[in-house]
């Protein structure tokens, strides 16, 4: 069964920084690249960006070009998403997410609120 659990999400100020976890088990991890999406209230999901199996590639949308980075480490099964100069914009609920088997996995989400 393949499980997806986000962590560290919270409250931060404007400018701060914070890294989220994806910690997966029930499937190969090292063979599958890892997305993160971000929902924010009353939009629809996007997505970051991915990271290949190996964490050889990434690649981000436009706007996380800049403050975003995503890496992984295949021996802890866990997949990060590190914000830097976090802005109001930023406030959603983030999501690991994993295609196995042609079918799309993913966790429940840690909620990030961006306030002063």
């Known amino acids: 069964q393949v499980h997806l659990v986000e962590s560290g999400g919270g409250v931060v100020q404007p400018g701060g920084s914070l890294r989220l976890s994806c910690v997966a088990s029930?499937?190969?991890?090292?063979?599958?690249?890892v997305s993160w999406y971000r929902q924010a209230p009353g939009k629809e999901r996007e997505r970051i960006g991915f990271?290949?199996?190996?964490?050889?590639?990434?690649a981000y949308a436009n706007f996380a070009n800049e403050r975003f980075t995503i890496s992984r480490d295949n021996f802890v099964n866990t997949v990060y998403l590190q914000i830097f100069n976090v802005q109001f914009e930023d406030t959603a609920t983030y999501f690991c997410?994993?295609?196995?088997?042609?079918?799309?996995?993913w966790g429940q989400g840690t909620q990030v609120t961006v306030s002063s």
């Open positions: 997410n994993v295609r196995v088997s042609q079918r799309d996995y």
């Open positions: 990271i290949s199996n190996d964490g050889g590639s990434t």
């Open positions: 029930g499937f190969s991890f090292n063979t599958y690249p």
